[in-house]
């Protein structure tokens, strides 16, 4: 089920370099939305590196019966 940016908050410590929180917070930055954003998109990348690994044998036979037969119900396709 995704997650949504309304899920429930819970706090957590996190250490992040001086210099770079300073910059975010004059630009006025919020820095725990950045830190949510950034580790959701890390999290979605990662779950969709790891499905693709998990399913790279089945995809692989999957794209050579294409290759060597075309595709399902080719012949009545109207595009």
């Excluded at 693709?52 to 595009?79: C, D, H, M």
Aim: net charge negative.
């Amino acid at each position: 089920m995704p997650r949504t940016v309304s899920a429930p908050k819970k706090a957590t410590n996190i250490t992040l370099s001086a210099d770079v929180l300073a910059d975010a917070k004059a630009l006025g930055i919020n820095v725990s939305q950045a830190c949510d954003q950034f580790l959701r998109d890390m999290v979605r990348r990662e779950q969709e590196r790891r499905w693709e690994a998990e399913n790279a044998e089945f995809i692989a036979a999957y794209n050579a019966g294409v290759a060597s037969e075309g595709l399902p119900l080719e012949a009545w396709r109207t595009f």
